[in-house]
């Protein structure tokens, strides 16, 4: 499934592209915390197993997750969630399956 792999780059690239914009605009001054998208797709699944391949991991609570999708070493939990958020849209505009961003602050 190359296109699994195409989405997941380019959902990091925008990603990336979402978090340095926010910080360009707002700087790194926000509470600190992770963000990451979430797939409910089981890794058993043709899907999952592309998903697994391109840098996801099994969730605790179920489906798959990429953490940190933009790969920013900034510890503004905003600016990560909105590039958690970028890459969701991506992956469900791509894929045709729902992903969902998500945060917690550290």
């Not at 780059?9 to 605009?25: D, G, M, N």
């Not at 089981?42 to 997750?65: E, V």
């Not at 940190?68 to 958020?85: D, H, L, R, W, Y």
């Not at 970028?86 to 791509?94: E, R």
Request: charged letters at 20%; one cysteine or more; proline letters at 1%.
């Amino acid at each position: 499934m190359d296109q699994v792999q195409e989405a997941v780059v380019l959902a990091q690239q925008e990603a990336a592209h979402a978090t340095a914009q926010f910080l360009q605009k707002h700087g790194d001054r926000d509470a600190c915390g992770f963000a990451w998208v979430t797939v409910y797709e089981k890794g058993s699944t043709k899907m999952g197993r592309a998903l697994i391949k391109a840098g996801f991991s099994k969730a605790y609570g179920g489906g798959l997750q990429m953490w940190n999708p933009s790969g920013n070493f900034t510890q503004c939990i905003t600016a990560k969630e909105v590039g958690a958020e970028a890459a969701a849209k991506v992956l469900t505009a791509w894929l045709g399956v729902k992903a969902y961003a998500g945060s917690r602050m550290d």
